[in-house]
């Protein structure tokens, strides 16, 4: 008896003992499998985090980048590299490879000319400091050895294409990044008069005047002027409109806003801000080589009010010869020259009246066109409409 009660008490403690054990291991697996899984949602969280940080890292550096936009075909450089600009300073084939720029602020004047203007243009040329000015001369009749002799001509550009107008050349080789460099540029004919015109006092006015595009004003008693905004005023230094009541054409009041009124100078001596010229540049058409009817659009390009920001400078002036140059007369050619262009009938052609002509055609081209563009471009709103 007391036998069988002993048995049974061990029975009851060892099943005490496995009871508690298994409750043990259970527990024990239970924490476990817990922990296990808390442990992997916290990694999934942990994880998720990260990737969502890096996620906006990427995603912030990637607008960062793109927020800098890169030129067009230089997508694939170092930002580093990439040089935006250039400019048109001649560099030497020998001695320090990197040469220091000037200190003096640089402008450009680029003029299209002939070898038979090549006394007026030395005039011109003369009157703008080299180390102010980097010269270039457009050749529209080719004959670029005439002009070695002259001491500043090896230290100018010379581009040459024969019987192309100066707004043809400005749009191939005057690009606005390849002129960034240049406080204003100046793009001039070859039959000015500078006997009146000092560059030095020019730009001072210009400067403090506030002038983005202007021009000289021209003499009128020795000038051929075109309109009537253009003639110097002898009373004053800078003028930016003009009253003119018996016009043959547009008449011009004091409240008048627009050109040839105010805001507006004529094309023959025209001078640009680096700013004002990147503007203008784009508005000179590709194929419209003698730019008629720009003359009328340049106040966009003004970087503000155009009755403000262009204008006539009376105190330097300049003469406009108007020598007929490209399409001229037979008068102004040579009897070489005649021999080699002379027709059928043994007479000399004058192009002058097609020259004229074509000039017309392409002022309602470009006329058309604009228009075409003001109704077609949704976006844009004339800054003008309601002066």
């Avoid at 003369?126 to 230290?155: A, R």
């Avoid at 930016?240 to 547009?250: F, H």
Wanted: glycine share 6%; with cysteine.
């Amino acid at each position: 008896m007391a036998g069988g009660m002993q048995v049974d008490t061990k029975r009851r403690r060892s099943l005490m003992i496995c009871s508690c054990l298994t409750s043990a291991f259970l527990l024990s697996a239970l924490l476990i499998f817990g922990s296990a899984l808390f442990l992997r949602d916290y990694n999934k969280q942990s994880l998720f985090g990260l990737q969502t940080i890096d996620v906006i890292k990427t995603t912030t550096f990637k607008t960062m980048c793109e927020r800098k936009c890169m030129p067009d075909g230089s997508e694939t450089l170092p930002r580093g590299i990439v040089a935006r600009t250039s400019d048109l300073e001649m560099r030497q084939l020998w001695g320090p490879s990197i040469q220091k720029k000037s200190k003096s602020p640089m402008n450009l004047l680029a003029i299209a000319v002939g070898i038979k203007q090549k006394g007026n243009v030395d005039k011109i040329v003369k009157k703008f400091p080299q180390t102010q000015f980097v010269v270039m001369l457009f050749h529209y009749d080719g004959k670029v050895d005439g002009w070695k002799d002259l001491e500043w001509s090896s230290h100018a550009i010379h581009v040459s294409a024969i019987n192309q107008t100066k707004w043809w050349f400005a749009k191939r080789f005057l690009h606005p990044d390849v002129v960034a460099e240049y406080d204003y540029i100046f793009l001039w004919d070859e039959d000015i008069g500078v006997e009146n015109f000092h560059v030095g006092r020019y730009l001072s006015i210009i400067k403090e005047e506030g002038l983005q595009i202007s021009q000289p004003a021209i003499d009128p008693y020795k000038s051929e002027v075109h309109h009537k905004i253009t003639a110097r005023e002898r009373s004053s230094k800078v003028h930016r409109r003009v009253v003119n009541l018996r016009a043959a054409g547009r008449m011009c009041y004091e409240n008048s806003t627009e050109p040839p009124c105010t805001g507006w100078v004529e094309m023959m001596a025209p001078v640009f801000s680096r700013e004002s010229w990147r503007c203008s540049w784009y508005m000179i058409q590709s194929d419209l080589i003698h730019a008629w009817g720009l003359d009328f659009q340049l106040g966009y390009c003004s970087q503000g009010n155009r009755t403000e920001n262009i204008g006539i400078v009376d105190s330097e002036y300049v003469v406009h010869y108007g020598f007929p140059t490209l399409g001229g007369s037979a008068v102004n050619k040579t009897s070489s020259e005649a021999q080699g262009q002379t027709s059928k009938t043994g007479t000399l052609p004058d192009q002058r009246s097609t020259v004229r002509k074509r000039s017309y055609v392409e002022l309602e081209i470009f006329k058309n066109r604009w228009k075409k563009a003001v109704r077609e471009d949704k976006c844009w709103s004339d800054p003008f409409q309601s002066q």
